[in-house]
């Protein structure tokens, strides 16, 4: 079976990405924030679309999983 997610670095992360967060949920970057409120430890993904407004900080040095569309 292939597995649609890959493991990146929170740095890495560009918008239209889907990103799948420790909790399970899902969030799809509308736009990243680095660094987030000016500190450089931290990138923000924001997810805004017709459907939700949501935002999840990260350390800069985080592995993340995401799908990306070809």
């Known amino acids: 079976m292939n597995d649609p997610w890959t ?3 929170a740095a890495d992360v560009r918008p239209g990405d889907r ?13 990243v924030e680095a660094p987030f409120l000016g500190i450089d430890e931290f990138i923000a993904f924001v997810e805004d679309t017709p ?5 999840e900080t990260v350390r800069a040095g985080a592995e993340v999983r995401v799908r990306r569309t070809p």
Do not use: H, I, M, Y
């Open 51 to 55: 459907e939700r407004w949501f935002k």
């Open 19 to 31: 990103v799948l967060l420790d909790t399970g949920a899902e969030l799809e970057v509308s736009r």
């Open 7 to 9: 493991t990146v670095p």
